[in-house]
């Protein structure tokens, strides 16, 4: 393998390998701030927007967009999914490590890379592939759960405690009172770090020097995420439950409970075992009927706009959302790489590809056209990748104006 490729890394800095012993401490944890405030409950059924079958994929474990790619961890590793092809990404493995990633417990984001936890390790996301990072070492004989940053730390939840890794250097905390082993972890805002057990919750502090209790009885959590404003949400055995940037804690019980969640366009998309929902300023609404699948859910919302999910045998993309506007990131690549030629009719047959309702007219033609290098023609330059991915994205997004 090159030898420089360890330079490269862009959580250098973070996952440099440290030396020095693991380190334990148990902290004491002090009692929930406020109760849980319960509200009626979601009425999760009646969405009707269409559904588009993506690559079939075995059972998805975690899915997580980031910067317009589409990742997707089930038990054989990770893929990326471009306009609902999936591709395995490949584990670039020098002598001696892994070269898969294993079953895929969690995903999170760096930057414009990503970060995977699997049973073989920690690995992140370069130049297209995976590399194992030199941490692995350190992990080895942990039972890691998930992955999440908060502040300058890498935390992972693990049967054996919450594993803490600070500048190479790891270290693991238990919670006095607390006999179950971490599952999921979440970064609320600067100040607060969520870190879910079966039945618990507990709040900790940046540093990891004090604890609170969250709110008990809220189900078992399924997957946890960062919203926005400094709120954090969980996907639940009962529903979903939220604790807002003050630290107030509401359940919103959905029959079912809640298998993922994500931020969508200002709210949430909320996968349940039979449906996906929107939450926002509005309330509750239902968005599609979904392929019925029990417990944890996977979804992200890929670069159309559109939320994908975790489907039993395959991936579903639901039609609805806001995607990409045709006036705003459409029209003006046409105009430039089009119209010399289309839109005069001087050279080509005339078309202003640039007017909304002649490119909706062609769209498959133009997309077609575009895709297989036949347009612009050789003589005339490329479509930059970025015009490329807005003209796809529109044309996926359900081609708006
Ligand atoms: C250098 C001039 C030139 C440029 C630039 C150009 N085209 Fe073309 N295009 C042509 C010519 C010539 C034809 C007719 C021959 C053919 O169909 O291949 C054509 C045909 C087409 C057709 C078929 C239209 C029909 O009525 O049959 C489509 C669609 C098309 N171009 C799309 C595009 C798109 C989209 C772009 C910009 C991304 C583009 N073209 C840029 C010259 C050009």
């Known amino acids: 393998m090159e030898p420089l490729r ?16 693991t380190t334990q401490t148990s902290l004491a944890v002090a009692a929930p701030a406020a ?3 319960v509200r009626a409950e979601v009425t999760a059924t009646g969405g009707s927007a269409q559904l588009m079958t993506l690559a079939s994929a075995s059972p998805v474990t975690a899915m997580l967009a980031v910067d317009g790619r589409l990742y997707v961890g089930s038990d054989a590793g990770v893929s990326r999914v471009t306009r609902g092809v999936s591709q395995p990404v490949p584990v670039l493995a020098a002598d001696g490590e ?11 984001a760096h930057g414009t890379e990503v970060l995977v936890l699997g049973d073989e390790g920690l690995f992140q996301s370069t130049q297209g592939v995976l590399v194992p990072s030199p941490l692995t070492a ?19 939840p693990a049967d054996e405690g919450l594993v803490r890794v600070v500048a190479g250097q790891v270290s693991r905390l238990t919670f006095a009172g607390v006999t179950e082993a971490p599952t999921r972890c979440v970064s609320a805002s600067a100040d607060r770090l969520i870190v ?13 020097d004090t604890a609170v209790r969250g709110p008990s009885g809220a189900g078992t959590v399924r997957a946890v995420i960062a919203g926005l404003d400094g709120a954090v949400h969980l996907a639940t055995t009962r529903g979903v439950l939220s604790r807002d940037a003050g630290g107030a804690w509401t359940l919103w019980p959905i029959a079912g409970g809640a298998g993922g969640l ?8 909320v996968a349940t075992a039979t449906s996906l929902l929107r939450y926002d300023a509005a309330g509750w609404t239902p968005v599609a009927t979904l392929p019925a699948s029990e417990g944890a859910r ?3 919302i890929a670069s159309s706009g559109h939320p994908v999910v975790a489907a039993p045998s395959a991936l579903v993309e639901v039609q609805s959302g806001t995607g990409p506007s045709f006036e705003a990131s459409v029209s003006p690549v046409l105009a430039a790489s089009c119209g010399g030629c289309h839109a005069t009719g001087a050279a080509a047959p005339k078309h202003d590809f640039s007017q909304y309702a002649i490119a909706v007219s062609l769209a498959d033609v133009i997309v077609q056209r575009v895709t297989t290098g036949v347009m612009p023609p050789a003589t005339s330059p490329r479509l930059s990748a970025e015009a490329l991915e807005a003209l796809l994205n529109w044309y996926d997004g359900g081609m708006n104006p």
């Not at 990633?101 to 969690?106: A, D, E, K, Q, Y």
């Open 6 to 21: 360890r330079l490269t890394f862009p959580l250098a800095a973070l996952l440099v390998l440290g030396c020095g012993e």
């Open 35 to 37: 109760p849980l405030v």
């Open 98 to 108: 892994s070269t898969t990633t294993g079953r895929v417990r969690g995903l999170i």
């Open 138 to 156: 350190s992990l080895a004989g942990l039972t890691l759960r998930d992955l999440c940053l908060h502040g300058d730390a890498l935390y992972l």
């Open 196 to 208: 879910a057990f079966t039945s618990e919750i507990v709040e900790l502090s940046p540093n990891g």
């Open 262 to 269: 994500t931020v969508w366009e200002g709210g949430l998309a």
């Open 298 to 300: 996977p979804l992200a």
